[in-house]
């Protein structure tokens, strides 16, 4: 325990109250469920192998991270972290250690734990231009970080049973931010620094649990703490979303609604753009749902591309865990691309050039090609990425005006 002194701990944050107490809660029919993405998007794959990937989170310019497991895998030990960035996907960690939970903002910047060995607790790593750092060394066990845009960094230490307190890492130091004695996790940070996360009373039967946030430094409680408030994400305008029995609430200007067809949703994320994306038990599998200008799309319909964790950018991308427990891969919603434009953005040019070496860089350095380079550079249709694709490529390459 003693290196738990080397940790800062400041003060207990003031409880202040909330500017406008909640009391309405609003639930409209809402318009059917539309099955599928929405017009114009479509799910592509990002891996398709038959281990497990885990714990997917993506940033705002397109760049994905989860944890692969071997299947089998004994002693839990064979998982690692891997990055899609544009067609290229990497592993970051290779040892005998399990490597999961991982986070990323927008400067590429992730985190991740990494299971100590001969024990059950773990330290928080980080991956900063193309070095690995471990951020703390104690026997307490770290558990699900979050990174802002800043590289400003939360994580729960877990202290024993029923108490965690969240800790926040910036710029090389250390400090305790929370001190409540209560089961603090689940943390969301955004881009301000403003960060959401879920306050557990385990020592009540039955638990209830609270969703916590801190706006511009002061700490507020976001639901009323009756319920099992859990799974919440939190925007940059401080938008915040979770689930309970209910179904998915969200707070925005101190009202809270729930969301409709959302009964028994589970685990929502929000963008910028107010997009949700949640998960939905439709009785033999689950299905990523995501509510988008006031519609709700069922992104899929079948047990085989079971939704197991999602993450959503600014831009109404989703990355998806998806398939049959244990064997998950990794999927991506994206707008529909016409051929050889794997940017998406209406012309074919050198930078969708880049993008196709990057497909074709993977399986060198030792990595399965992203499915989703099929998709785009398979212009011949043959299932490979070749020479005959790259002819065809060039006849698609818009001309220059100038
Ligand atoms: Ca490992
Ligand atoms: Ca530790
Ligand atoms: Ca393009
Ligand atoms: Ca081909």
Redesign the pocket.
């Known amino acids: 325990m003693s290196k738990l002194a080397e940790v800062a701990v400041c003060a207990a944050l003031l409880l202040s109250a909330l500017p406008n107490t909640p009391t309405a809660r609003a639930e409209g029919p809402g318009p059917a469920i539309i099955q599928g993405p929405p017009p114009g998007w479509e799910i592509v794959k990002i891996t398709d192998d038959p281990e497990q990937d885990r714990r997917v989170a993506m940033n705002n310019v397109g760049q994905i991270v989860f944890s692969k497991r071997a299947i089998p895998n004994p002693g839990g030990t064979r998982e690692e972290i891997y990055l899609y960035d544009n067609g290229k996907l990497r592993k970051l960690t290779d040892d005998i250690l399990a490597d999961q939970s991982p986070d990323i903002n927008d400067a590429g910047v992730i985190v991740w734990i990494k299971k100590e060995p001969g024990t059950n607790e773990h330290e928080v790593m980080r991956y900063i231009d193309g070095m690995i750092e471990q951020l703390t060394d104690d026997l307490l066990d770290q558990f699900g970080p979050s990174i802002g845009n800043d590289g400003t960094i939360i994580w729960p230490t877990r202290f024993e049973f029923g108490w965690a307190e969240l800790f926040r890492y910036v710029e090389g130091k250390t400090t305790q931010i929370t001190s409540n004695g209560l089961s603090n996790q689940c943390v969301t940070i955004n881009a301000s620094g403003d960060y959401a996360w879920v306050r557990y009373e385990f020592n009540l039967s039955p638990w209830v649990s609270t969703i916590m946030c801190s706006i511009n430094g002061e700490v507020h409680e976001t639901s009323d703490g009756t319920t099992q408030a859990q799974g919440c994400g939190i925007n940059d305008a401080g938008t915040t979303v979770w689930h309970d029995d209910a179904g998915v609430l969200m707070r925005a200007n101190g009202m809270i609604s729930v969301l409709p067809n959302s009964f028994n949703g589970r685990g929502p994320r929000i963008n910028n753009a107010g997009d949700v994306l949640y998960g939905l038990s439709l009785g033999d599998f689950g299905s990523g749902m995501l509510f988008k200008d006031g519609q709700t799309y069922q992104l899929i319909n079948s047990p085989e591309q079971a939704a197991a964790g999602f993450d959503l950018s600014d831009s109404g991308e989703a990355a998806l865990g998806m398939g049959v427990f244990p064997e998950i891969d990794i999927a991506l919603l994206w707008r529909i691309r016409d051929p050889g434009d794997f940017t998406g953005d209406g012309i074919v040019d050198r930078f969708d050039f880049e993008s196709m070496q990057n497909c074709m860089s993977n399986v060198e350095c030792g990595v399965q090609m992203p499915p989703v380079c099929?998709n785009v550079?398979?212009?011949?249709?043959?299932?490979?990425?070749?020479f005959?694709?790259f002819a065809l490529f060039q006849r698609l390459v818009t001309p220059a005006i100038n």
């Open positions: 099929l550079f398979d212009l011949d249709l043959d299932g490979d990425i070749d005959r694709d």
